[in-house]
């Protein structure tokens, strides 16, 4: 078992950037993959990005591509995410998950995510 918990969130203005941060907990970190979601009200889940177990491979949304990173710290069995020129598009709760893999693969579906955290707000508004 896995528990996650994101930080980092709240009220920026456009152009601006967070760090969100993902501190996870339970079972042996390094070999989970880990993904950042996001869901605006009224839409469905979306993927934002993804790094695999040992962070040799990442994949972000095209959404987001050029502006957001990720990466993670398995000494601090954190995972983060960078947001860069934030628009206000980006407004959403986001969230982080686990799946457990060896793999490089990325995946990048809400369904093969296994443990979430609860989300964190990010808005984004002059």
């Known amino acids: 078992q896995v528990q996650l918990a994101e930080s980092g969130g709240g009220l920026v203005q456009p152009g601006g950037s967070l760090r969100l941060s993902c501190a996870a907990s339970g079972r042996t970190f390094s070999t989970y993959a880990m993904g950042w979601f996001r869901q605006a009200p009224g839409k469905e889940r979306e993927f934002v990005a993804a790094?695999?177990?040992?962070?040799?491979?990442?994949y972000i949304a095209d959404s987001v591509k050029g502006r957001f990173t990720i990466s993670r710290d398995a000494t601090k069995n954190t995972s983060y995410l960078q947001m860069n020129s934030l628009k206000p598009e980006d407004t959403a709760v986001y969230y982080c998950?686990?799946?457990?893999?060896?793999?490089?693969?990325?995946?990048?579906?809400?369904?093969?995510?296994?443990?979430w955290g609860q989300g964190t707000q990010v808005t984004v508004s002059s």
């Open positions: 790094i695999n177990w040992s962070g040799s491979n990442t």
């Open positions: 998950a686990a799946r457990p893999t060896a793999l490089t693969t990325i995946r990048i579906s809400v369904t093969d995510y296994n443990y």
